[in-house]
């Protein structure tokens, strides 16, 4: 019961420091994500020690991703993301190309092996699908071109861990050189594509089990749960990503006839376990490992999200993408992606890095979650000020940040008056206790 107890506090805790979090960010215009990892920090081993990186946690946080990718599914515009569909390939084969070019001239100089590179490179392609997401959606750009763009390369990065991660095994030996490994690829590749092929020239089909939980909102809501995880089991079965699964679940509920129902029953299921998510790589910041290598991963830090930033407004600007559509997407695909995990997690148990480099990826990767709303907020800014001819740099700053200095300034005030009045309090007591005595 004592246990139970327990349990409970920190269940409470963690959903008010999320909750609180959360506002305190949304007040500050930054989105909402930043303040649940920030939470998970606080709370975290780095930082008060109240709860851990629990094996339950990281599971709620794996369904969380699921979850966002059979949503994702389910509203994606198959007729529209066909028009992107040529850039997503595109951009994502010329993104991982460029990562490991990049991974393999660092060995060089690194002293890596050319396993080490090709995970590296692999970590370094990815962007979150689910900060991209809702960097869009701060933004008002979910629904516009620019998000079909983004969302599609990040799509088809997602679907790209699939062969990284049969490929790292291979490197790492614990599958060897799989003979089947090219197989599986094409059968991935060559499902989602009759998939979109019979989607898109189809009116919505009927799934068989439409009339069984018609006007049943609790039933449908677990049944496409349900159907979610299940997709994702029989995909990682059958040794593809579950998130390939999940990804086509939601493709193939999205358009049925229950498309709006599935929508509206999985949603608030889908925000809640993407809190926990967040959460979850708020827990796995080692903040003492950062403080030892500061200068290290501050330098790493700015190397990846500035190179993928370039990469990717030059990846997209190459395939036509005009500067207005290429810029923004670019920016918002500018962090490392939550897959990244899965990647480092392999690598590691593949004895492809030890558990300090580990530890070093799993920051650099953290922090760029962190820092990217920041970054994408900054540089749109500062995309606009260039524009207006601001070239001194100190103008530049004061103007990208004046609403921040415009708050911070008003705290200020404010700290001073209430300062001054304690004063003036304290000293009026004093006076009083002297009289008195």
């Known amino acids: 019961m004592e246990s139970s107890a327990a349990d409970l506090t920190q269940i409470a805790l963690v959903t008010t420091a999320a909750v609180l979090a959360g506002l305190a960010l949304t007040r500050l215009r930054q989105p909402a994500i930043v303040g649940y990892i920030l939470a998970g920090v606080l709370l975290g081993p780095s930082g008060a020690g109240l709860i851990e990186s629990s094996d339950s946690i990281q599971t709620l946080a794996e369904l969380g991703v699921l979850m966002l990718l059979f949503v994702i599914g389910m509203e994606l515009s198959l007729r529209s993301f066909v028009t992107v569909l040529r850039t997503s390939i595109l951009c994502t084969l010329i993104q991982i190309a460029t990562a490991l070019a990049i991974a393999f001239a660092v060995a060089e100089l690194a002293g890596w092996s050319h396993p080490q590179a090709v995970l590296m490179g692999f970590?370094?392609?990815?962007?979150?699908?689910?900060?991209?997401?809702?960097?869009?959606?701060?933004?008002g750009e979910l629904r516009s071109d620019v998000g079909r763009v983004a969302l599609g390369v990040t799509i088809a990065q997602d679907l790209a861990v699939v062969p990284m991660l049969m490929v790292l095994a291979a490197l790492g030996g614990t599958r060897g050189l799989d003979p089947w490994l090219g197989l599986e690829i094409v059968v991935a590749v060559g499902l989602l594509a009759a998939l979109i092929a019979y989607f898109t020239r189809r009116k919505r089909v009927i799934l068989p089990t439409a009339r069984w939980f018609r006007g049943r909102k609790d039933m449908a809501a677990l049944a496409a749960v349900a159907f979610c995880f299940s997709a994702a089991a029989a995909s990682g079965m059958v040794?593809?990503?579950?998130?390939?699964?999940?990804?086509?679940?939601?493709?193939?509920?999205?358009?049925?006839?229950?498309?709006?129902?599935?929508?509206?029953?999985?949603?608030?299921?889908?925000?809640?376990?993407?809190?926990?998510?967040?959460?979850?790589?708020?827990?796995?910041?080692?903040?003492?490992?950062?403080?030892?290598?500061?200068?290290?991963v501050i330098g790493l830090l700015l190397a990846v999200?500035?190179?993928?930033?370039?990469?990717?407004?030059?990846?997209?600007?190459?395939?036509?993408?005009?500067?207005?559509?290429?810029?923004?997407?670019?920016?918002?695909?500018?962090?490392?992606?939550?897959?990244?995990?899965?990647l480092a997690a392999v690598?590691?148990?593949?004895?492809?890095?030890?558990?300090?480099?580990?530890?070093?990826?799993?920051?650099v990767v953290v922090l760029s979650l962190l820092t990217s709303p920041l970054w994408l907020v900054s540089a749109r800014r500062f995309h606009v000020v260039a524009a207006e001819g601001v070239v001194n740099i100190r103008v530049a700053l004061a103007e990208v940040y004046r609403t921040e200095l415009t708050a911070l300034e008003r705290l200020a005030a404010v700290t001073r008056m209430v300062a001054s009045a304690l004063a003036r309090a304290g000293r009026r007591l004093m006076r009083l206790f002297i009289r008195r005595r």
Not at 348 to 363: K, N, Q, S, V
């Open 123 to 139: 970590i370094l392609a990815m962007s979150s699908t689910a900060v991209t997401v809702k960097l869009l959606d701060q933004i």
């Open 239 to 296: 040794g593809l990503s579950p998130a390939y699964g999940a990804f086509l679940a939601g493709l193939v509920v999205g358009n049925s006839t229950d498309h709006a129902a599935a929508v509206r029953a999985t949603v608030p299921i889908e925000n809640v376990l993407m809190v926990v998510f967040f959460l979850s790589i708020g827990l796995l910041l080692d903040l003492g490992l950062i403080w030892q290598n500061i200068g290290l």
């Open 305 to 342: 999200v500035l190179l993928k930033t370039v990469v990717n407004v030059g990846a997209l600007r190459l395939l036509g993408e005009p500067w207005e559509r290429a810029f923004p997407a670019g920016l918002a695909m500018g962090q490392i992606g939550e897959f990244s995990f899965v």
């Open 347 to 363: 690598g590691l148990g593949a004895g492809l890095i030890d558990d300090e480099g580990y530890r070093l990826t799993i920051a």
